[in-house]
């Protein structure tokens, strides 16, 4: 260990301290520019922007990556990028261990079924409308890998830290130059798409006079500290117990990947991508162990909390995105500005023509509702799809968040293969592409089954 008053005694706080004070800055402009707060754009992709600015600049002058000199401990690059990859999986962990209320009826489960087909389908939509992109642009651009139109999917469809994931295989395995900060832009490009779809559609209905804006109620007291709930503070604060939960279950996570590993040492960078999904197992387990144990009167109070849970799920997808964006080398996707460009705005269309149709096709009860929280996450993340739905349903009365948080069960059983095509495109393209295509068309005849196979009246 270095000197306390060595950078390397400070580097990573000086970075977290930088990522704080660029959600704080970022803040602040969207507070005080009319354009920004009626833009939806999260603060933690402006505080990002801020930051890749920032740094481009810093660049361009001195010739040096900002976040890899002394002030950072001369490993910022490489820290905002585990940033990025562990706070995707701490975000989901926190928000499986929330607790659900209220009976499922048959038309509930029916719904979040077809919530998490309608991800899975986009997805492959994404993934189809990517390759097809980079497929006729490796003939122009060097370098360029077709495999790299599945980041269109992981970037838009699962957000910042799958698209890092799996650029940085490609860019480690296959000799995809710059495939991390490729993967991170096109993630940072789906924020930009949820932003400005959204608000365009918003500005319609609302000039239609379809919708009225809402803002909610606010946060009750009961949500703080709900019955039969541990007190807020005791000999241990309650915000701590959520943390220590979160943490514990992560844990839990870690050892299933190392465990998988050693089974499986030939898959080991596809099994630590899913660090998420196995991070969502785990909390899942622990979760239903502390459910028995209060059954069995061996616990007696709960000692999760719903509202400080989301505030925890909120504050790693934050730093998530901001670390992410940041970690963004410009002079290395530089050359990619078309087909990035491309998949940008073809990603932006198909996704929006595609969940407007589902939605108001399988959802009519609350079509908008659906159809802004399933945009908005299918091209930035969850929390980006409870911003929109938040315009039109503050106090959520809808089920359209219930369907966010449930629909992840069918979604991850029927979209793992999609994460295992990522591994083999990069060889096998053509035969890749085929099988988003036959998986595409088999998933929209489940979606849409009621249709398709009707009964015919007697």
Known sequence: MGNFWDFSSWGFF?????????????????????LLQKSLIPTSVLGGGILLIVSTVYKAVTGVEM?????????????????????????????ALR?????????RTVEIFNTGLTTVATYLLQAFVGMIICIIAVNFIDDLLEAA?????????????????YGGIYEADYGFVGGRSFGLTVAAMGFLSASIGGVIHLNVLKRQGKIKLDKGSGVSNEQVEGEGEIPMQESIDKFTIQVALIVVAYLGAYLLMYALGCLIPGMKSTIYGFNFLLGVLSATILKAVMNFCRKKNIIHRCYTNNFLLTRATNFFFDIMVTAGIAAIRMSIVGKYWAVLLAMGLVGLVATYIYVHFVSHKLFPAYAEQQFLAMYGMLTGTASTGIILLREIDGDFKTPVSDNLVYQNFPAMVFGFPILLLATMAPTRPYLTLGIVVVFMILINILLFRSFLFKKKAK
């Open 14 to 34: 000086n970075l977290i301290a930088i990522l704080l004070l660029s959600l704080l800055a970022g803040n602040m402009l969207k507070r005080s520019v009319p």
């Open 67 to 95: 976040f890899d000199t002394a002030f950072f401990g001369g490993h910022g690059t490489v820290w905002l990028e585990l940033l990025t990859y562990h706070m995707l999986a701490l975000g989901f962990t926190a928000s």
């Open 99 to 107: 607790t659900t209320e209220g009976k499922m009826t048959k038309e």
């Open 149 to 165: 139109g599945l980041l269109l999917a992981l970037g838009y469809g699962q957000g910042t830290g799958q698209a890092m994931n």
